[in-house]
């Protein structure tokens, strides 16, 4: 079973408009990571949060956490046609094991 | 550098036969994983190995599946009696040590695998 929970499930949006999408889980974590997937294949590692961090910055994206709510966001600023992709939030709810959710399917008109 | 590798890049089996699938992790990381993808679902955990061993394979989901790192490096995974329910994409990653909750995880870019 999966332990996270991506919302929206789809997204679609202007280019150069934000684009927010959530992530929330079940069980406490030690991390909670994001990764982005174009047409199904590989994933790529966006950014890494700890659970004693709140927010997160790299580029373009802002994460947030908040442990108490058992909740993730991530903010893409200014979006672009080449972020069109499917986003994913994965936890570490049993240290080797990441749980990965559902996953949130971004398209960005140009 | 170069990343993680996977091969092939598709499968197309029958039901009930046997196929291996070959997971090429980037030199020098430790830690490996195999996950699921089915389509529209996010990656499902299989199995972790720390070196040669199988650190922890609880997400193997019956006992046709088994994945091997002999020297620690190259792993495969293998599946048994093949059933068309296990068609899906089948992801590798990498990282650099132990103590996975530290560390990104470097995928592969997966084998589409379709049992006929």
């Known amino acids: 079973s999966q332990q996270g929970e991506e919302d929206p499930q789809a997204l679609s949006i202007q280019e150069g408009e934000n684009a927010t999408m959530n992530c929330s889980y079940k069980t406490s974590i030690n991390n909670l990571q994001w990764y982005r997937q174009n047409s199904g294949r590989g994933l790529v590692h966006l950014i890494l949060i700890r659970s004693n961090e709140r927010e997160k910055h790299s580029g373009r994206l802002r994460v947030t956490l908040d442990t108490s709510k058992k909740s993730s966001s991530l903010l893409i600023t200014a979006s672009r046609a080449a972020d069109t992709a499917s986003y994913f939030c994965?936890?570490?709810?049993?240290?080797?094991?990441?749980?990965f959710g559902t996953g949130t399917s971004l398209t960005v008109i140009p | 550098g170069a990343g993680v590798s996977q091969t092939p890049s598709n499968k197309v089996t029958e039901k009930g036969k046997y196929v291996e699938l070959r997971c090429d992790p980037i030199?020098?990381?430790?830690?490996l994983y195999w996950y699921r993808q089915s389509l529209g679902q996010g990656p499902e955990f299989l199995i972790y190995?720390?070196?040669?061993?199988?650190?922890?394979d609880s997400g193997l989901p019956n006992d046709r599946f088994f994945a091997v790192r002999p020297e620690g490096s190259v792993s495969t995974l293998k599946i048994q009696r093949t059933e068309r329910g296990d068609s899906a994409v089948y992801l590798c990653?990498?990282?650099?040590?132990?103590?996975?909750?530290?560390?990104?995880?470097?995928f592969g870019p997966g084998t589409r695998l379709l049992v006929l």
């Open positions: 030199s020098g990381h430790t830690a």
């Open positions: 190995f720390q070196g040669t061993g199988a650190a922890d």
């Open positions: 990653a990498s990282s650099l040590g132990g103590g996975a909750y530290q560390e990104t995880q470097y």
């Open positions: 994965a936890t570490d709810a049993r240290g080797n094991q990441f749980y």
